[in-house]
């Protein structure tokens, strides 16, 4: 049996390493979406986190923009990475 944490457990928080296999990220890409404005990370000494449920609420904005706000604009930085 595995000690990793599967990323549909109890955890309420995901690393960067989860969030870009969900999201089927490179490292580059990844790390860009943390560090972007308007994502919600947090930091924790050198590690990287978002919650669960912010993350899920972020994805849903994000599949549904339009390009007139921030949040579309970091999106769209993101992908061009």
Do not use: H
Request: hydrophobic share 35%; aromatic share 8%.
């Amino acid at each position: 049996m595995s000690n990793k944490k599967s990323i549909t457990g109890n955890c309420q928080t995901m690393t960067v390493r989860q969030v870009k296999e969900y999201l089927g990220l490179g490292n580059a890409a990844a790390y860009a979406l943390f560090k972007s404005e308007g994502f919600p990370s947090i930091k924790i000494g050198r590690q990287l986190f978002v919650r669960r449920q912010s993350f899920m609420d972020w994805l849903i904005k994000a599949e549904n923009c339009n390009g007139g706000d921030d949040l579309c604009q970091d999106v769209q930085t993101v992908r061009a990475v």
